[in-house]
Structure formats: structure tokens, C-alpha cells
């Protein structure tokens, strides 16, 4: 399913945020961008109703590919953003060394 979620960006000059909408609920990852280098994902929020979904994954999927298309590395300090990564090997290119 996660490649099915369709997912917005919404970017600031400081910050930002993808949003997953899906059935009427709003599933979101926040982060704030540090220089033109990095991002630090601070917050994914999904409500009850679509966890076990994919939903939190397809959105971290999401800041992952994009980083990359943008030579961005990322910064996980949201729990949820860091174990994501950290389960997936190919994700971890991105991250802030």
C-alpha cells in the first residue's frame, strides 16, 4: 500500500512538511530544514485510524527520496523517522554522519 499513498509536500523557508491524506484522515511528518544541506524530521503524527497501514513509512520513504533527488542528508530526531530508517539499510545514505 505505501506505494499507493499520495503524498504532498509543503515547504517554508525554514520549514516544512509532508501530508498523507487518505479515506478523510490527515497523516502528517514534520521537519525543519538546516542551511541547503539538511533536514531534521521532528514529528510524524498518524491518527488511529490508519496505523498499520503504511501510512508513517510511506511518508518517511517519501522525505527519504527526496532528500537524495535534492543532495539533502536528513537528521532523524522523531522516534518514529529514526526507526524507520534504521530498518532499512537503503534508507540510510541520507543520514546526517
Not at 27 to 35: D, F, K, Q
Not at 68 to 94: N, S, Y
Amino acid at each position: 500500500m505505501t506505494d499507493t499513498i499520495e503524498i504532498t509536500r509543503e515547504e517554508g523557508e525554514t520549514k516544512g512538511r509532508y501530508v498523507a491524506r487518505v479515506d478523510g484522515h490527515e497523516a502528517e511528518m514534520t521537519y525543519s530544514r538546516l542551511g541547503d544541506t539538511s533536514i531534521i524530521i521532528d514529528h510524524t503524527g498518524v491518527p488511529d485510524a490508519l496505523r498499520g497501514q503504511g501510512v508513517g513509512e510511506a511518508l518517511v520513504k517519501r522525505g527519504v527520496n527526496d532528500a537524495r533527488a535534492e543532495g539533502r542528508t536528513i537528521i532523524p530526531l522523531c522516534p518514529f523517522a529514526k526507526a524507520q530508517i534504521a530498518r532499512h539499510p537503503d534508507w540510510q545514505d541520507v543520514l546526517k554522519r
